[in-house]
């Protein structure tokens, strides 16, 4: 990308961000995922557990939302296409579904939501997260050939961990960090526990690993729901959310003993631009770690509605070269409450597999 082409995207980027932050001010009452597509005359929502969010949030951030698109796609015209002979197949083995009952960003409290999202698209493996770590949803979803369940408080559906805090405390009340901290570790070593009777669970997911980090993610909080989900089966692996824009602005070197697999997401469609170097950023501030790649149907960095199609594709073809390579070991989709809201991108998506 040259001097003048960087300064135009980034122009058109600064543009939407100014946009957000004024619709956010005026309109505080449309949260974060919530907005959806507008729904077909006629049509009837057949989960009562679904929050369906609101279909006005994209008009509002226009035009400044295509315009940034407009440059996007411009320049991914012009970046090279990836051989289909450079291209693993996203099959069973290495392609997953990120989801779980949530009253949030337009889920579902639906126990099954994870189990219709990972077959909507097929999937043999899912990623559970948001709901309880219990023998019930761990039977619902046995079915799978592989299982990764989130144990950390970060984004957890209210009363989620419950079980694991001390009885004493009531489940309405606020839960200090200390209390969070022992919950988590109690919720991994409860899922080391569970896996021996539940063979397709191979790890643990810890969400936003880094977020509330500012110079450097201390390891304590990591070290003990590693040493947990290890208690009962030393072969669990401990997967971790990162964003690339999080990479070389933050220290991970204290919490590298305690990640054994790198979930890597673009938060922002515009990252997705600069696949390579933001892939070659995170092996370098992780080395040696295996890398799994989030993929977001909701682009929720920049505009927060629906990925632009033609940029999810491609996303998806990097991944499938960097499997290839054998830099990537899979994808996971995010994921099961976008199928309702986004329609038209999660079909693309459905096809694109399809037709590998």
Known sequence: MTKEERLRLNIAIENLVQKVKKVQKAHPELLLGECTAPVPEGYVEDDPLRNCGNTVWSGLIEPENSELDKVLYEYLAKLPKVPAEKMAKLTGDNLWVWGGPTPYWGGSMADDTLVRGADYFNADNVVYVYGPTDDKMMKMHSK???MLCQINSQCRTPGAQDEFYDADRGADKLRTPEEKYFADAANAEYLSKLSLQYPNIVGAMCDDVSTYFDKIVLPDAFEARYKGLKKYNDKL??????????LGTKDYSLVQPYIDVVNLWYWNKDEILEYDEKLELCRQNFPGKPIIQG?????????DIGSPIDLLLYQLD???ENIAKGIVEGVILLG?????????????????????
Not at 295 to 303: A, D, K, M, Q, V
């Open 295 to 303: 993929i977001f149907l909701h682009e929720y960095g920049r505009s």
């Open 237 to 246: 692996r401990m997967y971790g959310v990162i964003y690339v824009h999080e």
């Open 144 to 146: 799978y050939k592989r």
């Open 336 to 356: 099961d409450r976008e199928i309702k809201k986004w329609p038209a991108v999660a079909e693309a998506l459905k096809d694109y597999l399809a037709n590998q």
């Open 318 to 320: 990097k991944a499938r």
